[in-house]
């Protein structure tokens, strides 16, 4: 909604259109929810390895029969990429984005049981050791 409102007001500033609304059923937002659904696939490829999973359509209600068994069929898949083989394409981009530093006499990424302690450093940090002592003094 926000990208349609958005989307209404540029059109509008460029002087396309009379008035800052633009219906669902036009051309443009046609044009533009495919857009994201193209953005949407290609980081969802990327990442979780299939497609979207809903499409616009699914949120807006009007999608076919036929694309909820797609979803479904898409859910199933992702969850067996996320059960089986998510942990190496986590590594490939925690080394593609330089988030993993291979050194010399340290475990590489591959051999490390998670990737928690790469994206939360703090846990990995010693607390600094404190000396406690207590003077007494006669009085």
Excluded at 62 to 70: E, G
Excluded at 87 to 103: E, K, S, W
Excluded at 115 to 133: A, E, I, Q, V
Aim: aromatic share 14%; net charge neutral.
């Amino acid at each position: 909604m926000v990208g349609k409102c958005a989307l209404a007001y540029q059109l509008y500033s460029l002087g396309l259109i009379d008035k800052p609304n633009l219906q669902f059923d036009t051309d443009a937002v046609r044009l533009f929810e495919e857009l994201y659904e193209d953005h949407g696939d290609t980081l969802s490829l990327q990442y979780g390895g299939s497609q979207l999973v809903h499409r616009v359509k699914t949120y807006r209600k009007i999608a076919p029969w036929t694309q909820h068994s797609k979803d479904i069929m898409q859910t199933l898949s992702r969850y067996y990429s996320n059960a089986f083989s998510d942990a190496d394409r986590q590594d490939a981009i925690n080394l593609f984005l330089g988030v993993f530093h291979p050194t010399e006499g340290k475990p590489h990424l591959w051999e490390l049981p998670t990737d928690f302690y790469l994206h939360h450093k703090n846990t990995m940090r010693l607390l600094p050791t404190r000396r406690y002592f207590s003077s007494y003094s006669t009085i």
